[in-house]
C-alpha cells in the first residue's frame, strides 16, 4: 500500500530591524496560514524580537551589512522549508490565506507571484498595484544589494494572493529617506549597464519630489537595453510626471509618443499624458485649442482600458473614477455641461 504523500512545508520568511510598530500586524495576518514563521533580526534596538518571538515566529540573528540579498538569504538559509513567502515588516496579508495553505499539497516547482497593494499619499490615499515574485522553492536565493531579484529558471505562476503595503506613506518615507539612494548607487558603480537600477534610483528620488535627479535616472535607464513590459510601465509614466513638474512638456510629449504602442494597454500611461497635456496648455495657453482635443481623448482612453491591476504600478482610478474626474472638468471647460455630470453620474461612489 502506498504510503500519504508527504506534505510540504511552508515559513513566512522576514528580515526587520525596529519594526515594533508594524511586526504585530504581519505575523498575526500570516500565522494562521504557515506552518513557521522565521524573523531574521537584522540589529534592532526596539521591541521587534520580543514581539515577534510572542506572535509565535522563530527569531534569529544576523550583522548588516548594506546587503539585501545577503540578509534574505541568510534568512532563507534559516528558514530551510519547501515553500517560502518572502514579506516585509511594512506589509501583510489582505487575502490568499487558502492559496498558501494549498501549497502543503504543492510541488515547489516553479515560483509564484502575489498581488501587491501600495498604500501612498498624493493629497489622498491612493493604491498603487504590482506583481512581485514572492513565493519561492526552498532552494531559489537572491542576488542584488538593494531591490534583490530571486534567480531562477523555474516558470512563473500568479497566487491568488494579496498583500497590502504601506512603506510608502509620508512617514516611513521620511524615516528610509538616503538608505535606499546610497545602496543604489553603490550597486550602479558596479554595475552601471542595468536599467532597472537606474529606474529605481529615479523611483527612489521622485518620491522624495527629487525630479531632476529622476529624471537623469529615467533618461539613463531608458537608453539602455530594457525589456518594455512589467516595471517599464511604471518608469514611463513617472518620466512623464518628472517632465511635467520639470516643465520640459515638449520633450515629454516626444518621449510620450514613442512609447504609445508599448503602452497602448495602461490607463497609467494615459492619465499621465492627459495630466502632461494640460499642464502643458496652462503655461502654454495659445497651444491650448491644438491640446485640448489631445487632453480629452487620453481620459477618455482610459476610461475604454478600465482598471488594469495587473500591470505593475498600476494606481486604482486611473482606468474609471480619476480619469471621469478630469474628463468631466474638461466637458464643463468646454461648454458641456450635461455630458460632465452624466459622467460624474456614472462613476459616483
Same mark, same amino acid.
Given at each position: 500500500?502506498?504510503?500519504?504523500?508527504?506534505?510540504?512545508?511552508?515559513?513566512?520568511?522576514?528580515?526587520?530591524? =525596529?519594526?515594533?510598530?508594524?511586526?504585530?500586524?504581519?505575523?498575526?495576518?500570516?500565522?494562521?496560514?504557515?506552518?513557521?514563521?522565521?524573523?531574521?533580526?537584522?540589529?534592532?534596538?526596539?521591541?521587534?524580537?520580543?514581539?515577534?518571538?510572542?506572535?509565535?515566529?522563530?527569531?534569529?540573528? /544576523?550583522?548588516?551589512?548594506?546587503?539585501?540579498?545577503?540578509?534574505?538569504?541568510?534568512?532563507?538559509?534559516?528558514?530551510?522549508?519547501?515553500?517560502?513567502?518572502?514579506?516585509?515588516?511594512?506589509?501583510?496579508? %489582505?487575502?490568499?490565506?487558502?492559496?498558501?495553505?494549498?501549497?502543503?499539497?504543492?510541488? &515547489?516547482?516553479?515560483?509564484?507571484? %502575489?498581488?501587491?497593494?501600495?498604500?501612498?499619499?498624493?493629497?489622498?490615499?491612493?493604491?498603487?498595484?504590482?506583481?512581485?515574485?514572492?513565493?519561492?522553492?526552498?532552494?531559489?536565493?537572491?542576488?542584488?544589494?538593494?531591490?534583490?531579484? &530571486?534567480?531562477?529558471?523555474?516558470?512563473?505562476?500568479?497566487?491568488?494572493?494579496?498583500?497590502?503595503?504601506?512603506?510608502?506613506?509620508?512617514?516611513?518615507?521620511?524615516?528610509?529617506?538616503?538608505?535606499?539612494?546610497?545602496?543604489?548607487?553603490?550597486?550602479?558603480?558596479?554595475?552601471?549597464?542595468?536599467?532597472?537600477?537606474?529606474?529605481?534610483?529615479?523611483?527612489?528620488?521622485?518620491?522624495?519630489?527629487?525630479?531632476?535627479?529622476?529624471?537623469?535616472?529615467?533618461?539613463?535607464?531608458?537608453?539602455?537595453?530594457?525589456?518594455?513590459?512589467?516595471?517599464?510601465?511604471?518608469?514611463?509614466?513617472?518620466?512623464? /510626471?518628472?517632465?511635467?513638474?520639470?516643465?520640459?512638456?515638449?520633450?515629454?510629449?516626444?518621449?510620450?509618443?514613442?512609447?504609445?504602442?508599448?503602452?497602448?494597454?495602461?490607463?497609467?500611461?494615459?492619465?499621465?499624458?492627459?495630466?502632461?497635456?494640460?499642464?502643458?496648455?496652462?503655461?502654454?495657453? =495659445?497651444?491650448?485649442?491644438?491640446?485640448?482635443?489631445?487632453?480629452? +481623448?487620453?481620459?477618455?482612453?482610459?476610461?475604454?482600458?478600465?482598471?488594469?491591476?495587473?500591470?505593475?504600478?498600476?494606481?486604482?482610478?486611473?482606468?474609471?473614477?480619476?480619469?471621469?474626474?478630469?474628463?468631466?472638468?474638461?466637458? +464643463?471647460?468646454?461648454?458641456?455641461?450635461?455630458?460632465?455630470?452624466?459622467?460624474?453620474?456614472? /462613476?459616483?461612489?
Amino acid at each position: 500500500m502506498a504510503g500519504a504523500a508527504v506534505a510540504m512545508r511552508t515559513c513566512l520568511v522576514v528580515i526587520a530591524r =525596529d519594526e515594533a510598530a508594524r511586526i504585530e500586524r504581519l505575523l498575526n495576518s500570516l500565522r494562521p496560514w504557515v506552518d513557521e514563521m522565521l524573523v531574521l533580526d537584522t540589529g534592532s534596538v526596539d521591541a521587534t524580537p520580543s514581539l515577534a518571538a510572542a506572535c509565535g515566529a522563530r527569531v534569529e540573528s /544576523f550583522s548588516w551589512c548594506d546587503d539585501f540579498a545577503a540578509a534574505r538569504n541568510a534568512a532563507l538559509n534559516a528558514a530551510a522549508a519547501d515553500w517560502h513567502l518572502l514579506l516585509d515588516a511594512d506589509e501583510w496579508l %489582505i487575502s490568499g490565506g487558502e492559496a498558501l495553505l494549498a501549497l502543503r499539497q504543492t510541488r &515547489p516547482d516553479f515560483v509564484g507571484t %502575489i498581488a501587491l497593494q501600495d498604500h501612498f499619499f498624493d493629497g489622498e490615499l491612493r493604491h498603487a498595484h504590482s506583481r512581485l515574485s514572492r513565493v519561492l522553492p526552498g532552494a531559489v536565493r537572491y542576488t542584488g544589494r538593494i531591490h534583490e531579484q &530571486p534567480q531562477h529558471a523555474l516558470p512563473v505562476k500568479p497566487l491568488s494572493i494579496v498583500v497590502g503595503h504601506d512603506g510608502y506613506l509620508p512617514e516611513r518615507l521620511q524615516a528610509k529617506r538616503g538608505r535606499n539612494q546610497g545602496l543604489l548607487q553603490q550597486e550602479l558603480q558596479a554595475h552601471p549597464e542595468q536599467a532597472y537600477l537606474w529606474y529605481q534610483l529615479g523611483k527612489d528620488c521622485a518620491v522624495y519630489d527629487e525630479h531632476e535627479r529622476a529624471e537623469q535616472c529615467f533618461e539613463k535607464a531608458a537608453a539602455l537595453p530594457h525589456p518594455e513590459q512589467g516595471w517599464w510601465f511604471d518608469l514611463v509614466t513617472r518620466r512623464l /510626471f518628472a517632465l511635467k513638474q520639470l516643465k520640459r512638456h515638449e520633450q515629454a510629449v516626444q518621449f510620450a509618443q514613442t512609447q504609445l504602442g508599448v503602452c497602448a494597454a495602461s490607463p497609467d500611461f494615459f492619465f499621465a499624458l492627459g495630466d502632461l497635456l494640460l499642464d502643458f496648455a496652462a503655461d502654454a495657453p =495659445d497651444q491650448a485649442p491644438h491640446l485640448l482635443p489631445m487632453i480629452e +481623448d487620453a481620459w477618455r482612453r482610459c476610461l475604454e482600458l478600465g482598471e488594469r491591476p495587473d500591470l505593475s504600478g498600476a494606481v486604482a482610478g486611473r482606468g474609471s473614477y480619476l480619469a471621469a474626474h478630469n474628463l468631466a472638468l474638461v466637458l +464643463d471647460g468646454t461648454g458641456r455641461a450635461q455630458e460632465a455630470a452624466d459622467l460624474r453620474r456614472a /462613476f459616483a461612489g
